[in-house]
């Protein structure tokens, strides 16, 4: 397996029980028991580069361009972060109750260092609670699927 490939994501969000469904082309990237995605999306007509990076039962998403964003994820944790845009600039905080991770085909997996690196095809979800000022703004449920391009 290859330590970087070209790969296309199926990113799918739950939002206050509004679904979105995106296909984006982008990048993998592994440096021993950590992966990174890496993708462009449009926001207000503006390129915004997103990374992702998991890492020990720990999720980073960092956005910069139009959006400027840090937000951090792992079960049972609550953690700070920042949004920045041209009409708005706010800290933010993020309670994640779930974040599971599948890598590669695991019906084939065996006891082998394979099946604890994190390998493509990968399946990630989280399910978190996004507070501004301490209240609750809104209830996500996201599920990103990449596979090898």
Do not use: C
């Not at 990076?53 to 720990?58: A, F, L, Q």
């Not at 933010?92 to 109750?97: A, R």
């Not at 493509?120 to 996500?140: A, D, K, M, R, T």
């Amino acid at each position: 397996m290859n330590d970087k490939a070209n790969v296309r994501i199926t990113l799918e969000s739950d939002i206050d029980g509004e679904e979105q469904h995106n296909l984006i082309d982008g990048e993998w990237y592994r440096k021993g028991s950590t992966f990174f995605l890496r993708y462009a999306e449009s926001e207000d007509g503006s390129e915004v580069r997103t990374i992702v990076r998991w890492r020990e039962g720990e999720l980073s998403v960092t956005r910069r361009g139009a959006v400027e964003s840090q937000q951090t994820f792992a079960a049972g944790v609550r953690y700070n972060g920042q949004y920045e845009s041209r009409h708005a600039s706010f800290p933010l905080e993020t309670e994640t109750s779930l974040l599971w991770v599948q890598f590669g085909d695991l019906s084939k997996a065996g006891p082998s260092e394979e099946v604890l690196r994190p390998n493509l095809p990968l399946l990630l979800e989280w399910h978190y609670n996004l507070l501004v000022g301490g209240e609750q703004i809104g209830s996500f449920k996201i599920r990103l699927r990449a596979e090898e391009a």
